[in-house]
């Protein structure tokens, strides 16, 4: 009897999180290639049901290991809006991005998820890559 191979695809979950800004472009763009592999930028931000004292733990954790947290400062290109839903998703996805969107590097204890949007708005700059990092 001959062998049968089974290929198996995986399944993504698409997930955008809007922060309520004003002047917010929100993206979405997958491609699907042959073999279920997924190509596009990603992000990484806040879930929406992460505690206050949960995303500060997890901000000051990003901000000590590396994340850009600079344009977070009151003269900064992304402190407004002055939330820490909108600080630590911008803090997150400087991390995320600088491990080379690695597996895991987006979780933050459970506060963080994967978006395929771009939540950039205004001067405040989310980036997609690490070459914008």
Known sequence: MAATKLKIYPLFLLTIVILGTNNMNVAAQ????????????????????????????????????GADCSVLQPIGLCFLPNSIQAHASHVFNSFYQKKGRALGSC????????????????SCVYPSSTRYC
């Open 30 to 65: 997958v491609v699907v290639e042959g073999g279920g592999s997924v190509v596009s930028e990603s992000w990484c931000v806040v879930r929406t049901d992460a505690s206050f004292q949960a995303l500060q733990t997890a901000l000051d954790y990003a901000c000590s290991a």
């Open 107 to 122: 979780d933050f204890a459970g506060t963080a998820t994967i978006a395929q949007g771009d939540l950039s708005y205004g």
